[in-house]
Nanobody
Framework: QLQLVESGGGLVEFGGSLRLSCAASGFSLNSYSVGWFRQAPGKEREGVSCISMVDDSTYYRDSVNGRFTISRDYAENTVYLQMKSLKPEDTAVYYC???????????????????WGQGTQVTVSS
């Protein structure tokens, strides 16, 4: 079965850290750009960070730049999102997604993704 499975979400205090994992089964992430989206209650899904299939170049939305780091472990077939200095406004369900587009700056949108994970809740208390 081809799927993405996220883990690592939870409840953390303001300023804390979490690391999300996105593991693929049934296919290799090596041939995909992989990103993280998030969706808070009553809001649209938004792209948070992406790592390109071409050269592992990365993209971050402005509000997380400098606090979040995306990385890829080829051996583990897993992509990680390290989140530091978390804020209450980071509270959302986080989804990983994989798509075969080369550029995160232009291709990192929901309709370009071929696979989605089930989501993991991140809650930051103030």
């Amino acid at each position: 079965q081809l799927q993405l499975v996220e883990s690592g979400g939870g409840l953390v205090e303001f300023g804390g850290s979490l690391r999300l994992s996105c593991a693929a089964s049934g296919f290799s992430l090596n041939s995909y750009s992989v990103g993280w989206f998030r969706q808070a209650p009553g809001k649209e899904r938004e792209g948070v960070s992406c790592i390109s299939m071409v050269d592992d170049s990365t993209y971050y939305r402005d509000s997380v730049n400098g606090r979040f780091t995306i990385s890829r472990d080829y051996a583990e077939n897993t992509v990680y999102l390290q989140m530091k200095s978390l804020k209450p406004e980071d509270t959302a369900v986080y989804y990983c997604a994989a798509g075969q587009f080369g550029s995160c700056s232009s291709g990192f949108v929901p309709y370009n993704q071929d696979y989605w994970g089930q989501g993991t809740q991140v809650t930051v208390s103030s």
